[in-house]
């Protein structure tokens, strides 16, 4: 009889174990979501901050669709376009404006600066300048690069290639070989 109540109380102590475990399971799990979701919702936050296209470019969304990933940025004014905007001619990526800008008009490049996987800031100038035309002046170039394998060495070196339109083609080359002696001088 005694042995009976014995093995009662202990299945009756061992199931009151595993409830509180479960228990125990249960809260921590609830605590481990609660934690989780206050970090989706932070992280919800920011993505949201970040989805002004106008505030903050470079995020992939076309400038003329707002809806529409960029697959691409335009050579000349370098924001990012969608599939349907962006055409390409000559390895030229345009959107619809400079595409007009660029069939318009007769191209010469200004520069043939070679840099190699060991220096490949020699070619940093013309990208600053560039960008500098640009913003500062709204003339519009692109840049193409033309890559040659070294056989002999095993590297690639790069072309940097900055196309000017024809009339801009005698002040801009001037302008571009200040502008790199300005860059030097800065070191
Ligand atoms: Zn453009
Ligand atoms: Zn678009």
């Known amino acids: 009889m005694n042995q009976t109540i014995d093995t009662t109380l202990m299945v009756i102590i061992i ?3 595993v409830l509180i475990l479960i228990l125990v399971v249960i809260a921590g ?20 901050e970040e989805e002004n296209p ?6 992939g969304v076309c400038k003329n669709h707002e809806h529409k990933n960029s697959v691409g940025i335009c ?14 001619i000559d390895k030229v990526n345009l959107c619809p ?14 520069t043939n600066q070679r ?3 060991d220096d490949p800031q020699d070619g940093v100038y013309i990208y600053k300048f560039k960008q500098h035309l640009w913003k500062e002046k709204g003339i519009p170039s692109y840049i193409l690069n033309e890559y040659k394998i070294q ?6 070196e790069t072309y940097v290639q900055l196309h000017v339109k024809e009339n801009d083609q005698e002040t ?16």
């Open 15 to 17: 199931l009151l174990l």
């Open 29 to 48: 799990l609830i605590f481990v979501n609660y934690l989780k979701s206050n970090k989706q919702q932070d992280s919800k936050k920011e993505v949201a």
């Open 54 to 59: 106008v505030t903050k470019p470079g995020i």
């Open 75 to 88: 050579a000349i004014c370098e924001e990012e376009y969608c599939v349907d905007c962006l055409k390409q």
């Open 97 to 110: 404006e400079h595409f007009n800008t660029f069939a318009d008009n007769i191209w010469h490049p200004i």
């Open 115 to 117: 840099t190699t996987p």
């Open 151 to 156: 056989v002999e060495n095993d590297y690639i």
């Open 172 to 187: 801009l080359k001037k302008e571009i070989a200040k502008f790199k002696g300005s860059l030097t001088n800065d070191k």
